[in-house]
């Protein structure tokens, strides 16, 4: 159905700002996909570079049961020239910080500064039966401990001259967004709402990135845009024990998860027509977040919404 438009750091220690909120080319809007695991090396090649045609500033991509967060990037970042690729992220649990290390060093040499490495990993109900021993402890040390490792790496590569490495961290609660802060570019919430948004902004200042993912049901169909919005919600508060955890922190009830409430729903996802769209993507950027990480929800997750990745571009340049 038609639809109507609207009127390139890894041991930061030392982080870098950006008075003009661009965070080195991520620019306001970006893309945010899970979808690219499905697909073969050369249609990904081919959304990636349409994704850079349409203006977008940034593609950031899930790593699961598919390609690993490294090879992935090296796919995009072949094929693209100027799009920043980040990894939306790379689980901790099952890769060593010193290979993590050196690939991201390698990355960085390569593409000068276009990759942003993001850290997280967390326990759900699909834990890796691979997990590295160990890595599934407390969050906040278990985190320190592997950018402590990832920092004491030794390699032949060659320091750039340019500004480090970039990593960000996949920080929810006050603890993690605080570790990011200090020991990276900046945050990297998933499935947050704009109140979240607005409380890592005071907690972690002006200076560090803080980059959103908005998850988004893109249709005229007010049936479809709900239902589509209330299963994605549903999933991860039934499986995600860490997101629960910060929709609590956020006031949200036991009774709003197991519903899920409208009220929930309304909050993480973005629903309806381009306008709706729109409209959240400036409520998250008037509290804070320096650039916005669009998921598009449709009701087949291995097929690239190519169709929504269009209509939305105009976000990303206006």
């Not at 970042?77 to 790379?90: I, K």
């Not at 907690?203 to 845009?225: I, N, S, W």
Request: charge should be neutral; hydrophobic fraction near 40%.
């Amino acid at each position: 159905m038609r639809r109507t438009s609207p009127d390139r750091t890894g041991d930061i220690h030392e982080r870098e700002t950006d008075t003009n909120n661009s965070h080195r080319g991520l620019g306001r809007v970006g893309i945010w996909t899970m979808a690219f695991d499905w697909q073969p090396a050369g249609l990904v090649r081919d959304a990636t570079a349409e994704l850079e045609e349409l203006g977008y500033g940034a593609v950031w991509y899930a790593e699961g049961l598919g390609r690993d967060a490294v090879s992935q990037a090296w796919l995009i970042l072949g094929n693209t020239r100027r799009l920043v690729v980040g990894a939306g992220v790379a689980n901790i649990a099952v890769r060593d910080p010193i290979a993590m290390a050196a690939a991201h060093r390698a990355l960085d040499d390569a593409y000068a500064g276009r990759f942003v490495l993001g850290l997280g990993g967390h326990r759900t109900h699909d834990t890796p039966a691979n997990a590295i021993p160990g890595r599934y402890g407390r969050p906040v040390q278990t985190m320190t401990a592997y950018l402590d490792a990832m920092d004491a790496a030794t390699t032949v590569l060659p320091e750039p001259t340019r500004p480090r490495r970039r990593r960000v961290l996949a920080a929810l609660g006050p603890k993690m967004t605080e570790l990011a802060a200090q020991r990276t570019e900046g945050a990297l919430p998933y499935f947050a709402p704009v109140e979240h948004t607005r409380r890592a902004r005071e907690a972690m200042g002006p200076g560090p990135l803080l980059a959103v993912e908005l998850a988004v049901a893109l249709t005229d169909e007010p049936d479809l845009a709900r239902r589509l919005a209330r299963d994605h919600v549903a999933y991860y508060t039934s499986t995600a024990p860490h997101q629960a955890a910060n929709l609590r922190r956020l006031g949200f009830s036991e009774q709003d998860m197991r519903g899920p409430s409208s009220t929930l729903v309304d909050a993480v996802v973005a629903h309806g027509n381009l306008d709706a769209v729109r409209t959240r993507v400036r409520e998250h950027l008037d509290a804070g977040a320096d650039h916005v990480c669009i998921q598009v929800l449709t009701a087949d997750p291995a097929t690239l919404p190519l169709h929504e990745w269009r209509e939305l571009a105009f976000l990303a340049t206006e």
